[in-house]
């Protein structure tokens, strides 16, 4: 298969884009990237980053941010960063990517645990979070799309436990090769329109 994975340098991706790149071809795009640039708040920068890479059979996003911070401390600003990049993002890939999917193709976007147990300060990524959740079910009930749509909603990964252990307190660190099969599942296997939850 042919997989274009959005934001393959970060800690999820980094691990995703190693897996993939031992049996298919792998495009890694992101911000840094500098044949495969794309910013995933911008349309046509998410446009542009199709109309290169042609058709693929599959697109993993990895990539999307949103602001930390006590409620009554979020702008709506702030707000705006969670939703134009990892909500918003997300779906603009779903909806131009589409267009440059194979036949039987596939598109995982990835959540987070805060969707099902936010934690404090996590109001504006659990909000958007949720929000992908919906999106990917209500996706399924529309057929002629003729695309599979997935997220993979992990816990805090093992990579990351260092940065975010005092935002996670009691909660269960997921090995890195347990976050991957969400992406396998959903990339290799036939799900669509499903939250692929590892939580434990």
């Known amino acids: 298969m042919k997989i274009l994975i959005i934001g393959g340098n970060g800690i999820v991706g980094r691990h995703v884009t190693a897996y993939f790149s031992k049996n298919h071809e792998v495009i890694v795009a992101g911000r840094s990237r500098d044949e495969f640039p794309v910013d995933i708040t911008q349309t046509r920068s998410i446009q542009a980053l199709f109309e290169k ?3 693929v059979d599959a697109v993993i996003c990895t990539a999307g941010e949103a602001k930390w911070a006590p409620f009554t401390d979020l702008s709506e600003e702030d707000f705006a960063i969670g939703i ?3 909500l918003m993002g997300q779906v603009n890939i779903v909806r131009l990517g589409r267009h440059f999917l194979n036949p039987g193709g596939s598109i995982t976007l990835t959540t987070g645990i805060l969707a099902d147990d936010p934690v404090p300060m996590t109001t504006s990524a659990a909000m958007v979070n949720g929000a992908i959740h919906s999106f990917v079910k209500a996706l399924a009930l529309e ?3 003729g695309i599979r749509v997935n997220a993979v909603s992990s816990g805090l990964v093992v990579d990351a436990l260092e940065k975010y252990r005092d935002y996670f307190p009691g909660h269960h660190p997921i090995p890195m090769d347990k ?6 599942r ?3 296997g036939k799900a669509n329109g499903e939250v692929i939850r590892i939580y434990e």
Do not use: D
């Open 143 to 145: 057929s002629e799309t």
């Open 179 to 184: 976050m991957l099969r969400g992406y396998i």
């Open 186 to 188: 959903s990339v290799e």
């Open 53 to 55: 890479t042609g058709r």
């Open 84 to 86: 134009q990049s990892k």
